[in-house]
């Protein structure tokens, strides 16, 4: 059974910072690896979605690694700012699952003024 | 365009009765998913359709719980007699491409759902 797990739980940094949020999978044999984003309150919002086949992808100040054959992921924010400040989530799909996507716990980010 | 949309936002009922939630995809989202997202078992994905057919329903808690897509856009997850343990903030996803996964899943904002 797959299990995807997020480092750290949570994460406080002084606006300005670089970071990286990191989420681990036990099974390899993935389809994608997405990572979200969620504000208190609201649904999830998509932020980078990485094929297997692929390393990395980038979105402005994001950037979203891959080593699937380790098992590892790495979303790096650059520069961070407060609207920054949600959870984020990753979630793997795996190649046998249909469209099941299976999530990490997430990672709380507050980024201060 | 607008995006998925849930309703009701907030539900608040007694242990016993009946709970329908709702959901529009967006549309020309041909995919459609419900999760469950609780403090103790994280967003977990409880059924999803393929152009209105549910494929997966192995997410379903038991019984108690039923989805239903009429038509492609609207669906609709019951869930009766409700319990307590039930309470949890239930999500509506959609997606384009007969749910191959390409492309990303676009979330509701939710319906918050508290079983007294």
């Known amino acids: 059974k797959q299990e995807v797990t997020q480092i750290p739980a949570a994460l406080s940094v002084p606006e300005g910072e670089n970071l990286v949020l990191n989420c681990s999978f036990t099974d390899s044999a993935i389809y994608n690896l997405q990572w979200f984003r969620q504000d208190p309150g609201k649904g999830l919002t998509s932020l980078l979605l990485i094929q297997s086949s692929q390393r990395e992808q980038t979105s402005g100040r994001l950037n979203a690694s891959l080593d699937k054959s380790s098992g590892r992921s790495t979303l790096y924010i650059a520069a961070s700012q407060p609207g920054d400040s949600a959870t984020y989530l990753c979630?793997?799909?795996?190649?046998?699952?249909?469209?099941?996507?299976?999530f990490g716990e997430g990672t709380q980010l507050t980024v201060n003024p | 365009d607008a995006g998925v949309i849930q309703s009701p936002r907030h539900e608040v009922t007694e242990m016993g009765q009946e709970v329908t939630l709702r959901c529009k995809p967006i549309s020309g989202h041909n995919s459609l998913f419900w999760y469950r997202q609780t403090m103790m078992r994280g967003l977990e994905l409880l059924i999803y359709?393929?152009?209105?057919?549910?494929?997966?329903d192995s997410g379903m808690p038991e019984d108690r719980f039923s989805a239903k897509m009429p038509n492609a856009s609207f669906s609709t997850l019951k869930i009766q007699p409700s319990e307590p343990r039930d309470s949890a903030v239930y999500f509506c996803?959609?997606?384009?491409?007969?749910?191959?996964?390409?492309?990303?899943?676009?979330f509701g904002d939710g319906t918050r759902l508290s079983i007294l």
């Open positions: 979630a793997v799909r795996q190649e046998t699952s249909g469209s099941r996507l299976t």
């Open positions: 359709f393929n152009n209105n057919v549910p494929i997966d």
């Open positions: 996803a959609s997606t384009l491409g007969g749910g191959s996964g390409n492309q990303p899943q676009h």
